[in-house]
């Protein structure tokens, strides 16, 4: 008998193929309801799917939902090719607010683009990062709302993300807690991205920092791929467990979406159509249920985290799975999860639309 075919490598970034999105369309429901998307990125590189600036964000907010505004998240996007190399993400926060003051002006249409925007620093550089926060203060405008770290990292080396290797246990390391001391006094918040098993890690972090408000990225990062494949009970009740933990922190916030990402492992782009939302919303129902009961609308927001997603749904259809999801809600906690959340916590001006919703 001859040896099995290997297993398909891992690949950490799904591709975009627009031709298989196009299989599946939806009409939007509820599509008056206003909506801030608090986690998109923008970019230009060489990446599966290729590059997603304005024109195709907006190609994606035309989709028939009412996006009002938008929150750009830190993704290694136009770093600056020279000087310090602490300074060098300011190019970043620079692209991001060109793109904004270009939605501005109102040529683009109604949707505030990069509204807030969430910038990187080095917090491992212990008091050191005040440099480039006060380099954010002078250069960065005043949309700046917050600083993400990505610390996400397991032992299975297939997780592994290619372009981010933390060390074990950074979160509770001096250095970096000397650095995240110093966004209080900027007025900023901290975006957490990382994996399930890491999740009492920024608790610790948000016991120890109980002025910094904070947002778990990706509904805290459950696992379904490496080590994890097979194993969605077993992955749920640690991370539940740990969700109810970090949820006891009054300054803890998550976002309620970046579930299809291939380390989540649902493999929603295997499938020969792509899926519609009645299936996004009966795969993530009990993350999402578990959240809300967990954290409460209030400290709940709804995020694409587009174009990363986009290899599993279209944009239209990932926002129906959402409404579908807390379609029993009261109209507050509606309110609250697409657009009332993200608002108060990157201090946007309440757009009109969502202070007479």
């Known amino acids: 008998m001859s040896d099995p075919s290997p297993a398909k490598p891992f690949s950490f970034y799904i591709p975009v193929r627009p031709d298989w999105l196009a299989l599946r369309a939806e009409e939007a429901i509820e599509p008056d309801l206003p909506i801030v998307d608090p986690h998109h990125h923008l970019w230009d590189r060489d990446r599966p799917g290729g590059g997603y600036l304005l024109g195709a964000l907006l190609d994606d907010l035309g989709s028939g939902h009412r996006i009002v505004a938008t929150v750009f998240i830190q993704c290694r996007a136009m770093y600056r090719a020279g000087g310090p190399a602490a300074l060098r993400p300011l190019g970043e926060v620079e692209f991001a607010n060109g793109i904004a003051a270009m939605s501005a002006s109102g040529q683009y249409g109604a949707t505030r683009v990069a509204a807030g925007i969430v910038g990187y620093a080095d917090l491992t550089l212990g008091a050191a990062v005040e440099e480039t926060?006060?380099?954010?203060?002078?250069?960065?405008?005043?949309?700046?709302?917050?600083?993400?770290?990505?610390?996400?990292?397991?032992?299975?080396?297939?997780?592994?993300?290619?372009?981010?290797?933390?060390?074990?246990?950074?979160?509770?390391?001096?250095?970096?807690?000397?650095?995240?001391?110093?966004?209080?006094?900027?007025?900023?918040s901290f975006d957490s991205w990382l994996y399930h098993p890491q999740i009492d890690e920024l608790a610790d972090l948000a016991r120890a920092f109980p002025e910094t408000p904070i947002v778990l990225d990706h509904a805290g990062g459950p696992l379904g791929a490496g080590r994890y494949a097979g194993r969605r009970a077993e992955v749920f009740a640690d991370w539940s467990a740990a969700m109810r933990r970090l949820a006891a922190c009054p300054n803890a916030h998550v976002k309620l979406g970046g579930l299809a990402q291939a380390v989540n492992g649902f493999g929603f782009e295997t499938a020969?159509?792509?899926?519609?939302?009645?299936?996004?919303?009966?795969?993530?129902?009990?993350?999402?249920?578990?959240?809300?009961?967990?954290?409460?609308?209030?400290?709940?927001?709804?995020?694409?985290?587009?174009?990363?997603?986009?290899?599993?749904?279209?944009?239209?259809?990932?926002?129906?799975?959402?409404?579908?999801?807390?379609?029993?809600?009261?109209?507050?906690?509606?309110?609250?999860?697409?657009?009332?959340?993200?608002?108060?916590?990157?201090?946007l001006d309440p757009p009109a639309e969502c202070a007479a919703a």
């Open 133 to 188: 926060l006060e380099a954010y203060r002078r250069y960065g405008g005043e949309r700046l709302r917050g600083v993400r770290y990505s610390t996400s990292r397991d032992d299975d080396p297939v997780l592994a993300h290619p372009s981010y290797q933390p060390a074990p246990g950074l979160m509770g390391q001096a250095t970096f807690r000397e650095g995240f001391a110093r966004l209080a006094k900027y007025g900023l």
């Open 272 to 347: 020969a159509l792509p899926p519609d939302s009645a299936t996004l919303a009966a795969a993530w129902q009990p993350y999402v249920a578990h959240c809300l009961d967990s954290f409460g609308a209030a400290r709940c927001m709804f995020e694409s985290n587009f174009p990363v997603d986009k290899g599993s749904y279209s944009y239209g259809i990932f926002w129906n799975a959402c409404k579908r999801l807390v379609a029993g809600a009261s109209e507050s906690e509606k309110a609250a999860v697409f657009h009332g959340t993200a608002a108060k916590f990157y201090r």
